[in-house]
């Protein structure tokens, strides 16, 4: 398949209503049947032939990627029909598209639903204990050797990583910034018709944007699947701190001589204290540590974590 079937298979991929548009398209244009052009001449079309079915953005996109050229001021032909259609026809377009839409997978949704069975470690010290004494069968032996505002750190670093990698991995930026950019468009332009004073375009543009709200929520979508993976691995950490130092009524495992820490202008508080009354010492070291590192780990492995 040429370049035009590929751009068309792309634009359905992207969003599926342009597959209704490119149909339209091929109608308004004499290109609809499967037949060359009677007096092989190049057929045009312009603006007010499909305004009625196409939105402004649809009608944008097909000129900006070239499936609709300048016929010489005469309108816009459409590029290598026989490819569009052929794309229109390809079962693989649908079947992206869905795959696409569907977003998850078996083991993300599995992943989830374990990241919540552990959230009532966190209140109940019956299951913290259990699921803390799992944890300290892998972080026992860094706790064994180094002190616990080091294990801390490295803790830290390790959760600073995988959630860096996750990020990097299971997010497509690339998908995410172009959403964002439709919609940061689509927002400028009802600005624009809105001052101007244009109802029929803000009625479509109003289109638009319910149209794209589908693709929002795909985004949306798109970043808290690596969340719950995150939150799978994160929280026995979390937990196994909370059943380390002793917090919400645990009992505490850890020795007289690890219970505090020295903060720079702070001075030596234990590690259960809170500092302006809400946030616990050992926490507040964890989350700089982390995001310190984060930042490290995303500059040295030129990782993207955020919409392009």
Not at 70 to 79: L, T
Not at 92 to 99: A, H, I, L, N, Y
Not at 162 to 174: F, G, P, R
Not at 199 to 210: P, S
């Amino acid at each position: 398949m040429g370049r035009t079937g590929e751009k068309a298979r792309s634009l359905v991929a992207e969003d599926p209503a342009f597959a209704e548009a490119l149909t339209v398209v091929l109608d308004r244009a004499g290109h609809a049947a499967d037949e060359p052009t009677a007096d092989g001449g190049t057929h045009t079309i312009r603006w007010a032939d499909v305004s009625d079915d196409l939105t402004s953005g649809q009608w944008g996109r097909l000129i900006e990627t070239g499936i609709l050229y300048d016929a010489d001021g005469d309108g816009f032909a459409v590029s290598d029909p026989d490819e569009i259609r052929a794309a229109l026809g390809d079962d693989s377009v649908e079947t992206t598209t869905e795959d696409e839409g569907s977003g998850w997978s078996t083991y993300d949704k599995l992943a989830g639903l374990g990241a919540l069975a552990f959230f009532p470690a966190y209140w109940f010290p019956e299951i913290r204990n259990v699921v803390g004494s799992a944890a300290n069968v892998l972080i026992g032996p860094f706790d064994a050797i180094l002190p616990f505002y080091a294990v801390v750190i490295v803790l830290s670093v390790l959760t600073g990583l995988y959630s860096t990698l996750l990020q990097s991995n299971l997010m497509d930026t690339e998908k995410m910034g172009a959403i964002q950019e439709q919609m940061n468009e689509i927002q400028e332009r009802r600005k624009e018709a809105k001052e101007r004073g244009d109802d029929a375009a803000l009625d479509r543009i109003q289109d638009e944007q319910m149209d794209a709200m589908g693709d929002q929520l795909g985004m949306f979508k798109e970043q808290f699947r690596p969340m719950v993976w995150i939150m799978l691995l994160t929280i026995p950490v979390f937990v196994w701190m909370y059943w380390k130092i002793g917090i919400r009524g645990g009992a505490g495992h850890i020795g007289s001589a690890e219970s505090s820490i020295v903060l720079p202008m702070l001075g030596r508080m234990e590690w259960t204290d809170q500092i302006g009354g809400f946030i616990w010492v050992w926490l507040l070291w964890y989350f700089l540590i982390s995001i310190a590192f984060r930042q490290i780990i995303q500059k040295s492995l030129n990782l993207t974590t955020t919409p392009t």
